[in-house]
């Protein structure tokens, strides 16, 4: 298990300046984590490079962008995309005529899931032929970003690939009964990772959240060598998800939200980092708050843990960076609704002794248990109920500040990292935040 390190100092200002470059590998979708991390890199004055995951056609061929959608993208960025397609994982790779694990589920139906016997074998072929695809590709890459690297300068790679759920119809039914289902529609978190379906998107877990970060960084060995022989550094940095330290009951507390199956492939990209680390490169995985976005909408109840960061900037000193937050907060809920009422509901579930089980570290992550899942998505509601806009709520507010605020973090502690992994807590975003 990863030693528990928490950063607990703001970081001195890093020495990145202008001809500097941000390398994103992962493509920027939406608004997340890694905007904020962009966003600083640009108030530096460092050059952003983006890399391109690529699209499906029809017929199911991976692709580079269209002028119309690297135009799009690049405007999303600000900076240029390399449009090489850069897709991780590998479920629907069909290597040799091979079916692709996706072909192998095709016409599966729901209430067989737990029957399906897959074509391991076939798999493995399936995943080795993804990692050829995607470590041919990243040297493609490498390639037309190194003569974009100036003479002197310093690098950051910032890895934001996480995910791999395969692209089979009956994944999304049965994840949304893991992670939303209650009652009949419960089902165990534990029964789903031990079938056959489980073990497939463990694997798939593991290759695109973390074994893509170790690629990287022996795909990048040159890259480092040639930039330190002209004065410069490489550095690396990865969005990991390990808990959070937030405010339950007045103290600081680590928790986590349950189930967190990507929680494995989290763990290997710490040891991914670790062994990196070991041998005199500065990669470091930080361990970020949850935060409400896009693709964390399948894990209902993950927002929960949002709301006492708002208790958490008052704690770390308050003042108007904190006052502006709570107006903006308070005008999103409705009328006759206090921050109060809905800090003392996310209390009450946070501080339950329902969840007492589920907040030890070393056995991270958990399963879900029928009473914890109904609890935890019964409050997810009543506190979402809240807002007077179901589309613009006090947890989009607070996720802006995080990702804001984690980006700024991250930048700066990446210049003199203090570990392999590190954790944002609740008190060193909200100080961020307040800027103190």
């Not at 991270?364 to 029928?370: G, S």
């Not at 570990?419 to 307040?434: G, T, Y």
Request: hydrophobic residues 40%.
């Amino acid at each position: 298990m990863t030693p528990y390190t928490p950063l607990k100092q703001i970081p001195e200002k890093a020495g990145y300046k202008a001809g500097d470059v941000l390398v994103l590998f992962g493509e920027l979708f939406g608004r997340g984590y890694a905007n904020g991390i962009v966003e600083e890199a640009q108030r530096c004055g460092m050059t952003v490079i983006g890399i391109t995951m690529g699209r499906r056609d029809a017929a199911g061929a991976l692709r580079p962008l269209t002028a119309e959608e690297l135009a799009e993208a690049e405007a999303n960025l600000g900076g240029r995309m390399i449009n090489i397609p850069l897709e991780a994982g590998f479920d629907m790779e069909g290597p040799d005529g091979a079916p692709s694990p996706v072909e192998q589920l095709k016409g599966v139906k729901a209430d067989d899931w737990d029957k399906v016997r897959l074509d391991w074998a076939a798999i493995e072929k399936s995943k080795q032929a993804g990692i050829a695809r995607f470590t041919g590709a990243l040297t493609t890459v490498l390639k037309e970003i190194e003569p974009l690297l100036p003479n002197n300068a310093n690098v950051l790679f910032a890895h934001t690939m996480a995910g791999g759920i395969p692209r089979a119809r009956i994944f999304m039914p049965l994840l949304n009964r893991v992670f939303k289902g209650v009652g009949e529609r419960y089902l165990s978190s534990k029964t789903f990772w031990d079938s056959e379906l489980g073990k497939l998107c463990r694997i798939s877990f593991d290759e695109v959240t973390a074994d893509t970060f170790g690629y990287l960084i022996d795909a990048t060995k040159g890259v480092r060598e040639r930039i330190a022989g002209r004065g410069g550094e490489v550095r690396y940095v990865a969005y990991g998800y390990h808990g959070c330290e937030v405010l339950i009951n007045g103290a600081y507390s680590w928790q986590s939200y349950t189930p967190y199956l990507q929680g494995w492939a989290k763990i290997r990209l710490e040891e991914v980092a670790a062994k990196a680390w070991q041998a005199g490169v500065k990669a470091t995985v930080f361990n970020c708050p949850e935060i409400l976005t896009n693709s964390s909408a399948l894990f209902l109840g993950v927002e929960i843990s949002l709301y006492p960061l708002l208790e958490a900037l008052q704690k770390e000193g308050g003042g108007p960076a904190a006052e502006a937050v709570r107006k903006s907060c308070q005008a999103l809920l409705q009328e006759g609704t206090t921050l109060e009422a809905l800090l003392k509901k996310a209390n009450a579930y946070l501080g339950s002794p329902l969840l007492s089980g589920f907040s030890d570290y070393a056995s991270w992550p958990h399963h879900n248990t029928p009473a914890q899942a109904e609890f935890m998505l019964n409050s997810s509601a009543e506190l979402l109920a809240m807002n007077a806009d179901p589309k613009n709520i006090v947890c989009g507010e607070l996720s802006r500040q995080v990702f804001h605020a984690t980006g700024k973090l991250m930048l700066h502690a990446s210049w003199q990292p203090a570990a392999s992994a590190l954790w944002l807590n609740h008190d060193i975003v909200a100080r961020q935040i307040i800027g103190r």
